[in-house]
């Protein structure tokens, strides 16, 4: 136990982890695991505690040691810990490459669900070895012997390209910086912006003002900065991030290409036409076209008020602003400026009012209003002096589970906010193992010993991503490969994080939520109805940004042949077809877009928008209800968070909405 990562009795020793205790661990749970491994492909009889749950133990102390790892790298990105990760990755990724195709251990399984009734086996257990029979042919184990080690190598392959993608991204943003001595530079700006630069520029021991493509810096600058330059100068590079305007070894072009022809392969051996196909093999969708469909349709009821929205802000930058032709870095600035002449309110005057500390009170309180739940300040081991670990327990004090929650951007750390599984909930000899996730964002924090202010965007995000916790901490599956979000469709998996953000547009909610930073009064209720008047502003620009992204990610893994065709040809084609603004010919959106090249959403970024569709209607069975809030959050949690991926999403849906999903909701929730 002297190995941190070895040390799986409790939580992780966070506090502990050195980069040099990565190999040792990694290569001994490796070990365990395909010895492990070996000994469920030969086990006599066949069953369920002979096959399974050894396997299941010796696969989940390597997938949370790993993940330990991961997480690390992630959030206190340092060389050492990079190459640690990178270092280990090959062996981990190659045993879970080697189980996915083991052809013992897929003749086991099959025997298994051959013999279920014979064997007594629960609706649970079935569910298990249903998903893990589909995922072997996923894996490629009804491969022949020289295509199986063909899909083995591309398995690692994608797994360094995907890894050297964020890593590129990660280092293109920290790289770029710019130091500003004059003020007037820096006109527009809010004062919070301000003290975080000044504050960032001493630490450098430089004068003046340091800025840089970080969202608490980056975005002030596209929003607020009156010096167009200054704006034109941060758009440019943050678009040309990752791309072969800069340092070569950061170019994420070539790695587009190779992860493309990878992904195609891949498909190809196990018989489908493209990834796409394969992709939505472990999704709600049924086909690529469904996908297409779905998107363009929505397009096609978005355009008309995209070409409103647009249409009056170009007006408007014309005759107020004096800006005679819109530019992208002129978008956000001219955005906010019709904003606050149409609404009367600045996004700077309300993000006054969400200190942090009212923030967090108010999403524990939705909490326990939904699910009775207490959410406490609790105490572990910790990666990073933000970090901070709650714990979230029922009325009778029962532990349901805990959190981390990492809130402030910093350099070498992952930019976006993201929930991710540190531990999930399963049975063990010891009894019931709670669950623990990681909750991780990345707005500014406060200076000058005032709290942190959010914008109401910041706290929608941060209601979102709780969400995505509370999917995971919810369950009451006790069997790992289906508690939780394992084995849920991933386009249902963004429903309980999108249902989570209308409770930011609840006057109680927002009120209790709220409390000026400097004189700790709560929103006024006009300027909240001024927002809420402005709730829809831009829906349109807003929802065809979305689908522009979706489609080009289904089309790129659908229609697209890396050897032949032009990455950024091809969305130019899907802008022709759906957006309104022009993006410029030289900015590298797809070398940037982590998402779908590091992040797991290929051929399935439309879950956005489709998850849009379930949280919107789910959220309207609030609306409907006469019930008591705890009575119809009663029901949300128990037919859709507690269950898993234990029944399809759709069955989930429809034991708590009685019917199929219905899209009128979203059209009425996005002005539409």
């Keep these: 136990m002297d190995n941190p990562l070895l040390d799986q009795s409790g939580l992780p020793r966070f506090d502990e982890i050195e980069p040099a205790h990565v190999q040792p661990a990694i290569d001994a749970l490796v070990v365990e695991a395909e010895t492990a491994l070996a000994l469920a492909g030969r086990a006599q009889p066949v069953t369920w505690d002979n096959v399974i749950a050894p396997l299941e133990d010796a696969t989940q102390r390597l997938g949370r040691a790993w993940n330990q790892v991961g997480h690390l790298n992630a959030v206190v990105n340092t060389p050492a810990m990079r190459e640690a990760y990178n270092t280990a990755l090959p062996k981990v990724t190659g045993f879970f490459s080697a189980l996915g195709q083991d052809q013992a251990l897929f003749t086991a399984y099959q025997a298994l669900s051959d013999q279920a009734d014979a064997l007594g086996l629960d609706v649970l257990q079935r569910r298990v070895l249903a998903h893990a029979l589909r995922d072997f042919r996923l894996g490629g184990a009804a491969l022949a012997d020289a295509e199986r080690a063909r899909f083995s190598e591309i398995q690692q392959a994608l797994a360094k390209l995907s890894s050297e993608f964020s890593e590129h991204v990660l280092d293109a943003t920290d790289a770029f910086a710019v130091y500003v001595e004059d003020l007037a530079e820096l006109d527009g700006l809010p004062e919070e912006t301000l003290a975080a630069a000044r504050a960032a520029a001493e630490r450098d021991e430089r004068p003046g003002w340091k800025l840089t493509l970080q969202m608490p810096s980056y975005l002030p600058i596209q929003t607020y900065a009156t010096n167009r330059a200054l704006r034109e100068r941060f758009y440019r590079a943050y678009g040309l991030r990752a791309s072969e305007s800069g340092p070569e070894a950061l170019d994420n072009g070539p790695l587009i290409g190779r992860i493309l022809t990878l992904r195609d392969e891949q498909a190809r051996l196990l018989g489908h036409a493209n990834y796409a196909e394969l992709s939505l093999a472990t999704k709600m969708a049924t086909a690529p076209d469904a996908v297409l469909a779905f998107l363009r349709d929505l397009a096609a009821r978005a355009r008309p008020h995209a070409e409103e929205d647009l249409e009056a802000l170009a007006a408007f930058a014309r005759e107020q ?185 609840e006057w109680e909610r927002v009120q209790a939520m709220t409390a000026h930073v400097d004189t700790g009064e709560p929103l006024p209720r006009e300027l909240f109805d001024r927002m809420l008047a402005a709730r829809n502003f831009q829906s349109g620009l807003q929802t065809l940004r979305q689908i522009e992204f979706s489609l080009f990610d289904m089309l790129l893994h659908s229609d697209f042949d890396a050897s032949r065709d032009d990455v950024q040809a091809l969305l130019t084609r899907v802008r022709d077809e759906v957006a309104v603004t022009r993006i410029p010919d030289w900015h590298r959106f797809p070398n940037q877009f982590s998402h779908i090249f590091a992040g797991g959403y290929a051929a399935g970024y439309y879950s956005y928008k489709w998850a849009e569709v379930l949280s919107a209607d789910a959220y309207a069975a609030f609306e409907e209800s006469t019930d008591q809030l705890s009575v119809t959050g009663g029901r949300f949690r128990d037919e859709v968070l507690s269950r898993g991926g234990s029944r399809d999403a759709i069955e989930n849906f429809r034991a708590f909405r009685g019917r199929d999903p219905d899209i009128a909701a979203l059209l009425r929730h996005s002005g539409m």
């Design 321 to 505: 602003l004096g800006i005679p032709t819109l530019e992208p870095w002129d978008m956000s600035f001219a955005s906010d400026r019709l904003r606050q002449a149409r609404y009367d309110y600045s996004a700077q005057t309300v993000k006054r009012y969400f200190t942090e500390d009212r923030v967090l009170a108010g999403l524990f309180d939705v909490i326990q209003s939904l699910y009775g739940l207490r959410v406490e300040r609790d105490q572990a081991p910790v990666w990073h002096e933000d970090a901070r670990f709650y714990r979230l327990t029922d009325a009778d004090g029962t532990l349901v589970g805990q959190f981390y929650l990492d809130l402030y951007a910093r350099e070498g750390k992952r930019g976006g906010a993201w929930m991710d599984d540190c531990r999930n909930r399963r049975a063990t000899a010891d009894g019931v193992q709670t669950p623990v996730v990681y909750l991780v964002c990345n707005f500014g924090r406060g200076t000058g010993g005032r709290p942190a202010t959010f914008t109401h965007g910041e706290v929608t995000t941060l209601f979102h991503e709780m969400g995505h916790g509370l999917h995971q901490l919810l369950t009451q599956v006790d069997s790992l490969p289906i508690a939780g979000i394992n084995g849920v469709e991933w386009d249902a998996v963004e429903l309980p994080s999108q249902f989570m953000e209308n409770f930011c547009w």
